[in-house]
């Protein structure tokens, strides 16, 4: 049997507990000692600090057995929340945060409202009722999405969204409307297309690991690795990907 990478938490399944903070990281190990005691925790899983650290021995290759893991652990959540995700009218969304056994605040990446897509977002819009909402996750998931995972300039996005409200005559955010938001997806995708090559992945499973890889890469960035060297943090411990349902 292989090894146990993933620790599913909240739902009626917990397997893992405060003690467990050098496996499933401070967060992970918090958030499943919560849902022991019964708190409201949203249902989630926690991808061990053992991947990361296999993760780097392999030429940033995953374990055996992982891929399984996680598809078993979603499959769950889909059950769970009543919400498959990548369903175009009840979509479940999640987020996607690292969990170091030590807090890191500020140096690892997050990404939330993965799920989203160009169909999805009817499916959210419908659900919520509320059209100019889903329009502004989506942009959002596409702005982070595309500065953490695939590395263009958040400077990039914030300048499409300034030039629209200049355009419109608008000075907050909370101004532009549900088409606004429509017109500046359009715009946040066609940048990734111009700076990248390929399109904004509309492929939820495609998003998760791509999610999942840059969070475990954010374990080796500069910022990341000055941080662990002021704060005498070993390289070796790793850190956790913390994936939790989006309320």
Not at 220 to 226: G, L, M
Request: proline share 4%; charged share 25%; net charge negative.
């Amino acid at each position: 049997m292989s090894e146990q990478w993933v620790y599913s938490f909240g739902g009626g399944l917990t397997e893992g507990q405060a003690g467990m903070r050098n496996l499933l990281g401070g967060k992970g190990a918090n958030l499943a000692e919560m849902c022991s005691i019964d708190l409201p925790v949203p249902p989630g899983f926690t991808i061990t600090t053992s991947v990361c650290t296999h993760y780097y021995k392999n030429g940033e290759n995953y374990p055996e057995g992982l891929v399984d893991q996680v598809e078993k652990a979603i499959s769950r959540l889909e059950t769970e929340m009543g919400a498959p995700i990548g369903d175009v009218s009840n979509p479940l969304l999640v987020s996607v945060r690292s969990g170091a056994r030590v807090s890191m605040p500020g140096m690892m990446d997050t990404v939330l409202n993965l799920g989203l897509n160009d169909k999805t977002v009817q499916g959210l819009a419908e659900k919520s009722g509320d059209e100019r909402f889903a329009w502004d996750s989506y942009r959002r998931f596409i702005q982070m999405y595309g500065d953490v995972v695939m590395g263009l300039s958040h400077h990039e996005f914030e300048e499409i969204l300034e030039q629209h409200k200049r355009d419109e005559g608008l000075s907050l955010d909370t101004e532009v409307t549900a088409d606004g938001w429509k017109s500046i997806v359009a715009s946040y995708k066609n940048l990734v297309k111009q700076e990248l090559g390929k399109d904004f992945p509309q492929d939820v499973k495609e998003q998760l690991w791509g999610a999942i890889s840059a969070v475990f890469k954010s374990w080796q960035t500069p910022r990341a690795v000055a941080y662990r060297r002021i704060h005498d943090i070993p390289e070796e411990w790793g850190t956790a990907v913390n994936v939790q349902c989006m309320v």
